[in-house]
């Protein structure tokens, strides 16, 4: 066999490694496509792959401590009309008891919390 010939041992090989080359790229570029997130698609967003931890909060609601409680619970109160910007609260991390107004994630929540929809 001549080196010009399509079954020669150095052809094949070539062949060979170039197919092995191509498999990977092709599966790279799936890959990226599976993963790619087209605006306005079918395909959902995909999830964070860690969740962002919660913030932890603590009210005074008559008196008394209420909590611990996450965004959820939180917003559910304000939105009940239990506490406002001016409800002592507390978050891990801090030296002692504020009115909201003075805690910037606290008071986040309440400014950006929509009233009750009233009958109209």
């Not at 090989?13 to 799936?30: L, T, Y």
């Not at 239990?82 to 030296?95: C, E, F, S, V």
């Amino acid at each position: 066999m001549d080196d010009q010939n399509f079954f020669s041992i150095d052809r094949l090989v070539e062949f060979g490694m170039s197919a092995a080359i191509a498999k990977q790229m092709i599966n790279s570029m799936n890959q990226t496509m599976q993963d790619m997130y087209v605006p306005g698609s079918i395909q959902s967003m995909p999830k964070p792959v860690s969740p962002t931890p919660q913030n932890i909060y603590y009210v005074a609601i008559d008196g008394m401590q209420t909590g611990p409680m996450n965004d959820a619970e939180f917003t559910r109160l304000v939105m009940q009309k239990r506490i406002n910007k001016d409800t002592l609260a507390w978050m891990p991390g801090m030296p002692q008891w504020k009115p909201i107004e003075e805690i910037p994630a606290m008071l986040k929540i309440i400014a950006l919390t929509p009233p009750p929809l009233e009958n109209i």
